[in-house]
């Protein structure tokens, strides 16, 4: 996924960049197995305008994994 990310960053302009990262930043993934809570961003993931607390199967770097994660907005974050 970082690799995506990196051609959707690319062609966004700098503004919209620095706004992206710093959102993705505030979503957070927390895995429903074990608990361990980690940013959008530092999976390698791109959170930018939206809403909502959808399911999510990442990897869990505590569970080693694919785990449902739940995804939620952090407004203190970041």
Known sequence: M???RSVILTVMPP???AEA???SRQWM???R???HE???WDHGGLRWKS???PGMLLVCPDCRGKR???IWRDPSAA
């Open 2 to 4: 970082p690799r995506l």
């Open 15 to 17: 503004r919209w960049r």
């Open 21 to 23: 990262q710093r959102e």
């Open 29 to 31: 993934a927390t895995c």
């Open 33 to 35: 197995s074990c608990g």
């Open 38 to 40: 980690q940013s959008i």
């Open 51 to 53: 809403a909502g607390q």
């Open 68 to 70: 449902n994660h739940r």
